[in-house]
Nanobody
Framework: QVQLVESGGGLVQAGGSLRLSCAAS????????MGWYRQAPGTQRELVAS???????DYADSVKGRFTISRDNAKNTVYLQMNSLKPEDTGEYYC?????????????WGQGTQVTVSS
């Protein structure tokens, strides 16, 4: 079992920045891919970014060049640095971990942290 706890969400003006953190506990996640999803009201959850155990990253087209995902395996923590935020980035952000680097669907989810970007 893996527990994921997100933090760092909040209200920010367009053009501002936020850094989300996700602390993992339970089974070791250093060998697992981790990621961030988001969900806006009335929409499906979408993958924002992912990072493999080796540090390979992948981003949704809508956030490329603005968001950066990183991880600290010693701390079992993954981060999402969000710059140049836009109102359309508003949503609930969820931390996820996968069974392995090759998994497509997340295995565990956090409870989410709200990000609101005002125009």
């Amino acid at each position: 079992q893996v527990q994921l706890v997100e933090s760092g969400g909040g209200l920010v003006q367009a053009g501002g920045s936020l850094r989300l953190s996700c602390a993992a506990s339970g089974r070791i996640v250093s060998m697992r891919k981790m990621g961030w999803y988001r969900q806006a009201p009335g929409t499906q959850r979408e993958l924002v970014a992912s990072i493999t155990s080796g540090g390979r990253t992948d981003y949704a087209d809508s956030v490329k060049g603005r968001f950066t995902i990183s991880r600290d395996n010693a701390k079992n923590t993954v981060y999402l640095q969000m710059n140049s935020l836009k109102p359309e980035d508003t949503g609930e952000y969820y931390c996820t971990t996968y069974y392995s680097d090759f998994s497509v669907q997340p295995q565990y989810w956090g409870q989410g942290t709200q990000v609101t970007v005002s125009s």
